[in-house]
């Protein structure tokens, strides 16, 4: 995975805001070539998933952009996406190979325990977090913080990239790439007017880069 903004968009959010997932992605995708793009759709069903997800990989494509699904990697291998996002209830990593051979396979870990489990596997890259405190999951676990971010970005040694996930904003961007995350995943700070979306997901790349 290349350094910067893994932009994560969230139906249910945009669902709330009354606003269309697909050209809110497209207005992302506008802000150039960022670290990789992720699908979330906790309230889709597999019909209408698959159908979003299917109109979401070409542009992600033409952006030259990975393109990630959340949950479900039998709908990401029908959409032809680039890899699945597991959460620590989701399958294991192995099964999920199985349905999406190919596929590559991030997982989220939220306590150093998690992360060093998920070091054991073959995931390609593991997120971590929250690393401060967000508003987007109600059932978010507690926020590890920074000095535990760096510890754990420190014992994966660079052998798989760590992402970092949760509250993070283009105030503390540079925190995250500092703190030796490969790529910082976001949700609430790209949800601003959709003439804004495009040059702060720019700047948000360029901060976490």
Known sequence: MNPGLYAIIDVDSLLRASRPALGFARRVLDAGPIAALQLRAKSLGARDLL???AA??????AAGVPFFLNDRPDV?????????????????I????????????????HTPAEFAAALETDADYVAVGPVFATATKSDAAPV?????????????GGSRAVVAIGGITLANA???RAAG?????????????D???????????RALS
């Open 51 to 53: 159908g979003l997800a």
């Open 56 to 61: 979401l990989r070409p542009l992600c494509a």
């Open 76 to 92: 990401a291998w029908l959409a032809a996406a680039d890899g699945v996002h597991l959460g620590q209830d989701d399958l294991p």
């Open 94 to 109: 192995a099964a999920a190979r199985r349905v999406a051979p190919g596929l590559q396979v991030g997982v989220s870990s």
């Open 144 to 156: 590890v913080g920074l000095r535990t971010l760096r510890s754990l970005c420190a014992a994966a």
């Open 174 to 176: 540079p925190e995250i």
């Open 181 to 193: 995350a490969r790529a910082g995943a976001v949700i609430g700070a790209l949800l601003v007017d």
């Open 195 to 205: 003439a804004d979306v495009t040059a702060t997901a720019r700047a948000l790349h």
